[in-house]
C-alpha cells in the first residue's frame, strides 16, 4: 500500500513538473524584407527608428503571457514582433469607439494603436510605409484578430461599415486603460478573406 501511494506521489509531481515546464517555441520570427512599427496617438503616424518593434519567439511571449502564447502556438505563423510602450491617461483630442459587451463605447484616443509595415531606403535614410494594420490597401491580408480580451479591433473586414459603424478603417483599442503594455503583433502564412485572419494582435499589461 505504501509503494502504491509513493508511486500516485511520484505521478502527481511528474505531471506538475510537467506543467511547469511547458514548451514553447523559442525560434525568432524576423521578416527580412520589412520592418514594424507600432504607432497611436501617443506617437507619429508613420514608421520611425524609435517605434520600430522587435522580432520575437512565442517563448519570449510566454514569459509575458501563457495564454497569449498558446494561442500563437495553434496559428499559423510566419512573422512575430513586440514592442512594449506606456499608455497614459491623457486626451488624444478625438474619442475612437469600441464595442464592449454589445455596446458602442467612446474611448479616448490616447488608447488607439495600430501597426505599420516598413521598408527601409538606404538613400533616404529614412522608413518607407507600406500599409497600415488593419487597414488592407492593396495587399488584402489584412484581416486582423484580437488574441487578447483588452484589445478591441472592428469585427468587419470590409470597408463598408457595419450595424454598429465599424469597418477596417477602425483603429484598434486598448480597453483596459492606462498602464505599460506590451503589443504582440503576428502575422500568419495564411491569405485573409472574410474568413481567414492574416495578423493577430495582443495587448498584455505588464506587472
Do not use: R
Request: net charge negative; aromatic share 12%.
Amino acid at each position: 500500500m505504501k509503494k502504491l501511494f509513493t508511486l500516485a506521489l511520484s505521478a502527481v509531481a511528474l505531471m506538475a513538473l510537467s506543467a511547469c515546464g511547458e514548451k514553447f517555441d523559442n525560434t525568432v520570427l524576423a521578416n527580412p524584407e520589412k520592418s514594424y512599427h507600432l504607432t497611436g496617438d501617443w506617437d507619429t503616424w508613420s514608421a520611425t527608428e524609435a517605434n520600430k518593434m522587435e522580432a520575437t519567439s512565442v517563448a519570449a511571449v510566454a514569459k509575458l503571457d501563457k495564454a497569449v502564447a498558446k494561442k500563437l502556438a495553434g496559428k499559423p505563423l510566419k512573422y512575430l514582433y513586440s514592442k512594449t510602450v506606456e499608455f497614459k491617461d491623457k486626451e488624444g483630442g478625438w474619442e475612437a469607439p469600441a464595442l464592449v459587451n454589445g455596446e458602442v463605447v467612446q474611448f479616448n484616443s490616447g488608447y488607439t494603436v495600430k501597426v505599420i509595415d516598413a521598408v527601409y531606403d538606404e538613400g533616404e535614410g529614412s522608413y518607407g510605409s507600406q500599409h497600415w494594420i488593419p487597414d488592407p490597401g492593396d495587399s488584402g491580408n489584412s484581416h486582423l484578430e484580437s488574441l487578447t480580451d483588452n484589445l478591441f479591433v472592428s469585427p468587419t473586414y470590409d470597408a463598408t461599415p457595419d450595424e454598429n459603424g465599424f469597418s477596417w478603417a477602425y483603429n484598434p483599442v486598448i480597453t483596459s486603460g492606462a498602464g505599460k503594455y506590451t503589443i504582440v503583433i503576428a502575422e500568419y502564412t495564411t491569405v485573409s478573406s472574410a474568413t481567414t485572419f492574416g495578423y493577430g494582435m495582443a495587448a498584455i499589461l505588464n506587472k
